[in-house]
Every structure is written in C-alpha cells, then in structure tokens.
C-alpha cells in the first residue's frame, strides 16, 4: 500500500497527514494531536509520532495537528490538560497519551498497537 505524506508543521490546526491512496480521504486510525504553538515539545511530539505511524501503521493512518492557542475551545471536546497529547479516536476506544511520544513502546501500548517484527 502506497502513502502519500503532506508535510504539516504542529501550529497548523485540522491538517491530516499521509492517507492512504487507496480509500483517499479514510483512514483505519484517526490520530488527532493536541499542542500549544511551535514548541520544541510540540515538535518533537509531532516528530516523535509520524515516525511511529510510518513504522507501525504506514498509509493507514491520519494525524489532525490541533494547536490550542489558535483554537483553544477545541480542548474541551476531548478533555485536554496538558500538552501535547494524542487522542486515538478510531479504533474506539479513545485513547490518550500526554507527552512527546518519544517512548516508542508506551506510544504503541497506549494506541495498543502490535510491533512490526
């Protein structure tokens, strides 16, 4: 399965990344991203999991950057405390890991996902 990946930087607010060229538009995981501006953090966060999603879930995956000092209402939808977090919204159920997602591990149980051998 081929990917198709739209360089997005972490301030952007709803931009989805790489969707699968196959069912343009769907993705099996749907990833959305909680920052606060162009951090170092943030970055790292949005790095950090792009890099796991092309390991582990490659053309099957969408990432929605939300940053929350351009769009700071959409925090309550989804409960957000602190940033960055991710919110796994599909497959239910919702799962959320705060942090900069730099453990590969704990990124792949929390979205309990199966490592690629």
């Known amino acids: 399965m081929n990917a198709r990946a739209v360089t997005t930087k972490p301030a952007r607010a709803a931009k989805p990344v790489a969707l699968s ?13 909680y ?16 890099r796991v999603c092309e390991t582990h879930l490659a ?17 309550a939808g989804d409960q957000i405390l602190a940033v960055p977090t ?16 730099s453990n590969e591990e704990r990124v792949l149980v929390g979205l309990d996902v199966q490592p690629v051998r």
Do not use: C, H, M
């Open 21 to 33: 060229d196959d069912k343009p538009g769907v993705a099996e995981w749907q990833l959305r991203l």
């Open 35 to 50: 920052v606060a501006g162009q951090t170092a953090k943030s970055a790292a966060a949005f790095d950090n999991l792009k």
């Open 59 to 75: 053309g099957r995956y969408t990432i929605e950057v939300v940053d929350l000092l351009v769009n700071p209402r959409l925090a």
């Open 86 to 101: 991710l919110v796994r919204k599909f497959p239910e159920p919702i799962r959320k890991i705060i942090g900069d997602l």
